[in-house]
């Protein structure tokens, strides 16, 4: 399985992104997509994930209802729509990926930088 990332950039405060993640494999039906973040001296930090098969989501408190995941299935494609940002929302947006049996996320994208301007 491979991921790759776009749709990062420059935003002002209150703006909107959308990062988008192709994924490639030949059935995605057992996968958990997800996305993390990651800034500077900090450890990589959940942001949302999504069970590719049901639809199913998880946020982290921090993006509630401001950040929307979502998958295009023909697609093989997973989007992160991000609302209403914020500056403390700058960082480095990696897609990840892992099979339903693992516990950790073992499948990287390369990641895409996200800069909120105040």
């Known amino acids: 399985v491979q991921l790759v990332e776009s749709g990062g950039g420059l935003v002002q405060t209150g703006g909107s992104l959308r990062l988008s993640c192709a994924a490639s494999?030949?059935?995605?039906?057992?996968?958990?997509l997800g996305w993390f973040r990651q800034t500077p001296g900090k450890e990589r930090e959940f942001v949302a994930s999504?069970?590719?098969?049901?639809?199913?989501?998880s946020y982290a408190d921090s993006v509630k209802g401001r950040f929307t995941i979502s998958r295009d299935y023909a697609r093989r494609t997973m989007y992160l729509q991000m609302n209403s940002l914020r500056p403390e929302d700058t960082a480095v947006y990696y897609c990840?990926?892992?099979?339903?049996?693992?516990?950790?996320?073992?499948?990287w994208g390369q990641g895409t930088q996200v800069t909120v301007s105040s």
């Open positions: 990840a990926g892992r099979y339903f049996t693992q516990s950790s996320w073992n499948i």
């Open positions: 494999a030949p059935n995605f039906s057992g996968y958990f």
């Open positions: 999504i069970r590719w098969s049901v639809g199913v989501t």
